[in-house]
């Protein structure tokens, strides 16, 4: 147990660019004592001592404002950046080298005793404020957007963003990029106006080439009279489907 707290507070020293050394994420980090609380609870639970690890679970989220229950399954390398406001569940399961922001919550749909929390896998990256809600599965090498709100699957090598989430980018490469700056969300909506400015030359094109083809034949490109609305058929026939 101790060589996987000393490998978590390692792990802080090298996600946290603020992090100065290892006694100061020691003391003064609460993602830090939160796993480090976490760790004994589920081992506790592990052991049938279930009510004392939860009495542990329940004084470190008063300390720290993350909860974590005992019964929930973390890989190593997991690192909680600032923290506060993280929920794990009871049956959430989390891989290896898993990174989430203050916020995030891994939380359930169902009342029913069953698998009812995320699975996160390896080398994922979670967004601050972001929901994980349901028995969903998200791939390796995932990253979701601050805010999301993710409730199917989501395949690996993957960028969510959104409410409900939106896979907008989904790569089959293995090479696990470590750019975590905007880029790394690309935004929808400037993907589609992007491609709609691509479009505009070949359109302008195909109408001058339309427009040609009309003069030679004769046709008139002129628009057509528009359509006189008499004002009080309007009202006529307004009052007849009052009536």
């Not at 992090?19 to 480090?36: D, K, Q, S, T, W």
């Not at 975590?180 to 109408?207: N, T, W, Y």
């Not at 040609?212 to 307004?238: C, F, H, Y």
Request: proline letters at 6%.
């Amino acid at each position: 147990m101790l060589r996987l707290i000393k490998e978590d507070v390692q792990i802080a020293l090298e996600k946290d660019p603020a992090a100065r050394n290892f006694l100061e994420v020691l003391i003064l980090y609460p993602g830090v004592h939160a796993l480090i609380s976490y760790r004994l609870a589920h081992r506790l639970w592990n052991m049938e001592f279930k009510f004392l690890a939860r009495i542990i679970s329940q004084f470190f989220r008063w300390i720290t404002g993350i909860e974590i229950h005992p019964a929930a399954k973390i890989g190593r390398r997991f690192f909680i950046d600032h923290g506060m406001g993280v929920v794990i569940g009871e049956t959430s399961e989390v891989g290896d080298n898993v990174f989430i922001y203050h916020g995030v919550t891994l939380g359930g749909l169902a009342t029913k005793k069953a698998k009812r929390h995320p699975t996160i896998s390896d080398n994922v990256v979670i967004g601050a404020g972001a929901q994980v809600l349901g028995p969903v599965h998200v791939g390796r090498n995932t990253k979701i957007g601050s805010g999301s709100v993710v409730l199917q699957d989501v395949p690996e090598y993957s960028t969510v963003i959104g409410v409900p989430g939106r896979v907008v980018f989904s790569g089959v490469s293995s090479d696990a990029e470590d750019d975590e700056g905007p880029e790394s969300f690309p935004d929808p909506v400037a993907r589609a106006i992007e491609c709609m400015l691509d479009r505009l030359p070949q359109m302008e094109k195909e109408i001058r080439q339309l427009k040609e083809t009309l003069g030679q034949k004769g046709v008139s490109s002129a628009p057509s009279r528009p359509v006189e609305i008499d004002p009080s058929n309007i009202k006529r026939m307004s009052g007849q489907s009052k009536s």
